[in-house]
């Protein structure tokens, strides 16, 4: 015979229950519990939130979404003090310092402290993906990563940065993405004391104190650290450049440069330099920069002794010896070693000149240009001649000048052999051969090889009138 309280508590549990739905049949002790199951069918929402426009099925749920509004952190935890707006969130936390997972796999016996996390786990067991993407056919286990997926269609990118407003699909990428600000380095080798911000990085680098390269590239036979490595190489084979600017449309196959190009927009310049206080947007640029404060020139041209802060720079001089010009302008046909130099040939074509004067208004198409500019203005002339004491506000204008000292005509002509100090003596001397004759008078047509020809030509037009 059951105890009396026992026997009690069972008639409760056996006891029907009297409120039914119509729809589905579950059924319910209570009528207002009805009430809300009927809204599942319904669809009807009538809690609203105020504040962000939020709509419930049910009061309970609506005073808990209030709590992400108002901070309100009700539930704490005796051991942290960390506080969670859910009693189901502090329970979870809760097992962070019990250890407790209670949700076990029957096939492989692996443990869970949350049962959300052991339905996605069984999913490796049973293949099955229930979240498909619409747009492309693909398919994924877990909801979050269905989520992610689908903010590469919808250009979503949810997570932001305070500083430099770059935006991120993921919230663990605006965390390591906020690093390259702070300098944080919380992932350190214990061998060799290195630091670096992502944990991924860490384990990459822990390769090199093995040697191993387990990530094989089948394109091409190259090995790999880590996999995010063989990612950004395949990325050669494919073209894909998956990392866009919102603010020009640019795209590129890192995100590192990225994170880097939009500096060029934001003018971030976060790297410093202790000696001299100059600011750089990019960290390879400071370490050539303070090497003008040391005089280091690491990177020395085999060929002839030359040596360079920069190893960009060697590679460029290199082919003033092979005579290469890779880089080519497909609308005249002319080639340069540097791509920098094409970039400055090429607003020659567009017309470009992106660095203007903010006295007088000129732009020019080089930077160089408008800093000689500005020396017109400030009268600065920081070019001194050792010989006769000329100062000049160019570089170049005094090179010109000591050959008046040395006589040196280092410009040649091919076909009658006269000698040059300046190069653009021997361009205006070439015309004597190819009868070439840019300069033409607006007023009558008249056409000339030298432009100072054209100036004294017009002033017959002007005496007349």
Not at 64 to 76: L, N
Not at 102 to 130: A, N, Q, Y
Not at 303 to 332: M, W, Y
Not at 377 to 404: A, Q, W
């Amino acid at each position: 015979m059951l105890h009396p309280q026992l026997e009690e508590n069972y008639k409760i549990e056996k006891r029907e229950k009297p409120h039914s739905c119509e729809i589905c049949g579950a059924s319910f002790n209570q009528k207002n519990s009805l009430v809300a199951h009927i809204r599942t069918h319904t669809g009807e929402k009538p809690y609203s939130c105020t504040d962000c426009g939020s709509s419930f099925t049910e009061k309970a749920n609506l005073v808990k979404h209030m709590r992400i509004h108002t901070g309100v952190k009700p539930y704490s935890c005796s051991m942290c003090g960390n506080s969670f707006t859910q009693k189901a969130s502090l329970v979870l936390h809760m097992r962070t310092h019990t250890g407790e997972k209670p949700f076990s796999c029957e096939t492989c016996g692996s443990s869970f402290s949350r049962k959300d996390t052991l339905v996605d786990h069984m999913r490796i067991h049973s293949g099955e993906k229930p979240y498909s993407c619409e747009v492309c056919g693909a398919s994924f286990s877990r909801k979050n990563s269905f989520v992610y997926h689908m903010r590469i269609h919808n250009g979503e990118k949810p997570y932001s940065c305070e500083v430099c407003g770059t935006s991120f699909r993921q919230k663990n990428s605006l965390v390591a993405h906020i690093r390259t600000h702070s300098g944080e380095k919380p992932y350190s080798c214990q061998t060799c004391d290195s630091s670096f911000r992502h944990k991924s990085s860490l384990d990459a680098h822990l390769h090199t104190h093995t040697g191993i390269k387990p990530h094989f590239c089948e394109k091409c036979g190259s090995f790999f650290s880590d996999k995010a490595n063989l990612v950004k190489h395949m990325r050669t084979h494919s073209g894909e450049k998956p990392y866009s600017c919102r603010v020009c449309g640019s795209s590129f196959s890192e995100n590192a440069s990225l994170v880097t190009h939009v500096r060029t927009h934001t003018g971030e310049k976060p790297y410093s330099c202790e000696m001299c206080s100059s600011s750089f947007a990019y960290k390879e640029t400071l370490v050539a920069h303070i090497r003008k404060h040391t005089g280091e020139t690491p990177y020395s041209c085999e060929i002839c002794g030359s040596s360079f802060r920069q190893k960009n720079s060697l590679v460029a001089h290199i082919r003033t010896h092979s005579a290469e010009k890779p880089f080519s302008c497909t609308d005249c046909g002319s080639s340069f070693t540097e791509k920098a130099n094409l970039v400055k040939h090429m607003r020659i074509h567009s017309g470009e000149k992106p660095y203007s004067c903010s006295v007088c208004g000129n732009s020019f198409t080089l930077k160089g240009t408008l800093v000689s500019h500005m020396l017109t203005h400030t009268g600065e002339k920081p070019y001194s001649c050792e010989i006769c004491d000329s100062s000049f506000s160019r570089k170049n204008i005094l090179v010109n000048h000591m050959r008046i000292h040395s006589g040196e005509k280092p410009y040649s002509c091919e076909v009658c052999n006269s000698s040059f100090s300046r190069k653009d003596s021997l361009t205006s001397h070439l015309r004597i051969h190819t009868d070439e004759k840019p300069y033409s008078c607006e007023a009558c047509g008249s056409v000339f090889s030298h432009k100072k020809t054209l100036v004294t030509h017009m002033r017959t037009h002007t005496e007349r009138t």
